[in-house]
């Protein structure tokens, strides 16, 4: 994939309009509920609970644009469009993907 | 540094606060003692508007003072300053509005009414946290007092429990979703107050539209650019400000509820119409009229009367005795004659008023639908006034009395 994990430019702007320190609670607020999401996908593709399932997709896309995690973006995008049919291997590489934004953005937020 | 050693400047005007010396355009402009505290007071809390009692104790401390007094000062500081450097935020007070820095400074784009709103208390529901935590501090910024809500059903609570100006609404929530709460607001009149932004990742317009039709004042796409956020914040407060105060006025001419129209047996009808000698360019026009309609309301506000209808370009007013009409005619006369003389200093044409002022029954009655409402003052006296400031311009002449 050719996106970059995380846009510099937009967690700059995030940083510069909300305020660096702000961003570090906003970021480990991301690593409370995004698990939480991830769990929500996999158990509404268990059941089938497409209006679940798509709802989760969206926040997990929500959040990664707001962070500049382009990728995670584009693949919640994705799942949200797919729905509760996408395949469960789908699921676990934004699981993957999101563990290495929740790392680069704690990163990135303790630099400043 | 002492502030009383500063001399403060604001392109062409500057204060000497040691000398208690104003000067325009290097020039000495003779000044009062009230006036000069007075203007004091609102350069020193430039950064606000100042209430109308606040600056009653700063200028005339320990005294019980009429208003009016107040507006005499502010009148007389429009004529050396020019009218917009002191805004009239009705029912709240005034705010000095020229920007610091000497006069060779490029001018500061004028500011916008939105630049004088006071804070409000902003309700965020959101469910999910990092969008909840990044609006609520996006409006912390902007200086507003902040609460927030996890789904629909706690932010109906919240709001039916304290005082919101702005409600800022996400549609996807558990227990009672966006769309869900609209309905409840739409079927409270007291709900119905609160301002309501909609913030959503929902693509495609029919979302949008079932969001206005059930009363939202307005809709943003996430993630939510900051500066659209503060720009639509803005303007839907500003917008909730002017609906609040035609109800204020709604209230007072109607203390028993605005369903309930009422008959003034002996009301004085003021009206005024602008005459513009041509018609400018749209923002010079747009412009020209909010300095105007400034005037005419400070000169009806000052002699205690009511605004019953406002065209930009005319208004309609009541007043409960003839003194007071007339007292309010004369102010509005001597008022354009200080901005004529702007305005001749500038190159620019004299502007003539008609006013309008006729006696008798009124009735007045609220119009409303559920997206606007007006007040409706009918009556023979309405009718004879608008004909009379009519005349007046046809005949070249300010005033007529009935």
Not at chain 1, 39 to 65: I, P, Y
Request: aromatic content about 4%; some cysteine.
């Amino acid at each position: 994939m050719k996106l970059p994990r995380i846009n510099a430019d937009t967690f700059e702007a995030l940083q510069a309009n909300a305020g660096a320190d702000f961003v570090v609670t906003l970021v480990e607020a991301f690593a409370e509920e995004a698990p939480q999401l991830i769990e929500a996908l996999r158990a509404a593709r268990a059941q089938a609970d497409a209006e679940r399932f798509e709802s989760a997709a969206h926040a997990l896309k929500s959040n990664g644009v707001a962070f500049g995690a382009v990728r995670l973006a584009e693949m919640a995008r994705h799942l949200e469009w797919q729905g509760a049919s996408a395949a469960s291997e789908a699921v676990d590489e934004l699981a993957a993907e999101l563990a290495a934004v929740l790392s680069a953005l704690r990163t990135l937020a303790r630099r400043t | 540094m002492s502030v009383q050693t500063t001399a403060l400047v604001f392109g062409h005007v500057e204060l000497r606060l040691a000398e208690r010396q104003l000067l325009v355009d290097g020039e000495p402009v003779a000044l009062g003692s009230r006036g000069f505290d007075l203007l004091k007071a609102l350069v020193a809390k430039r950064d606000r508007v100042v209430g109308k009692d606040e600056l009653l104790d700063e200028v005339w401390p320990g005294l019980v003072v009429e208003e009016n007094n107040l507006q005499v000062q502010i009148s007389g500081l429009r004529r050396v300053l020019g009218a917009r450097a002191i805004a009239t935020v009705a029912g709240i007070g005034y705010r000095f509005t020229l920007t610091p820095g000497a006069a060779e400074a490029p001018a500061a784009a004028p500011p916008s009414a939105a630049a004088v709103l006071a804070p409000a208390r902003v309700l965020v529901a959101d469910d999910n946290k990092v969008n909840r935590l990044l609006l609520c501090r996006s409006l912390e910024l902007m200086g507003h007092q902040v609460s927030s809500a996890v789904d629909g059903r706690e932010a109906l609570d919240m709001l039916k429990r304290q005082p919101f100006e702005l409600l800022l609404l996400d549609l996807a929530m558990p227990e009672l979703d966006g769309f869900g709460l609209l309905q409840a607001r739409a079927a409270d009149p007291v709900l119905r107050e609160v301002a309501v932004i909609v913030t959503s990742a929902l693509g495609g317009v029919a979302p949008v539209a079932r969001c206005i039709e059930l009363g939202a004042d307005d809709f943003l796409h996430k993630p939510v650019d900051p500066w659209l956020l503060r720009a639509r914040v803005e303007s839907s407060l500003a917008r909730k400000q002017q609906r609040d105060q035609q109800s204020q006025v709604l209230r007072r001419l109607m203390p028993n509820g605005p369903a309930q129209a009422s008959r003034l047996a002996d009301a004085c009808v003021l009206v005024v119409g602008l005459n513009l000698p041509e018609l400018p360019e749209p923002m010079q026009t747009q412009a020209l009229l909010s300095d105007w309609s400034t005037l005419m309301l400070d000169a009806v506000d000052g002699r205690g009367g009511e605004v019953a209808q406002f065209r930009g370009d005319g208004l309609t007013a009541l007043f409960g005795e003839l003194p007071a009409a007339l007292g309010g005619a004369q102010d509005m006369a001597e008022l354009l004659a200080s901005f004529n003389d702007e305005r001749r200093a500038a190159g620019q044409a004299a502007l003539a008023i008609g006013v309008g002022i006729a006696r008798g029954e009124v009735v007045v009655a609220t119009v409303a639908t559920a997206q606007r409402a007006a007040y409706a003052c009918l009556g023979e006296p309405v009718l004879r006034a608008e004909q009379l400031a009519a005349a007046c311009l046809l005949a070249g002449q300010q005033m007529l009395l009935d």
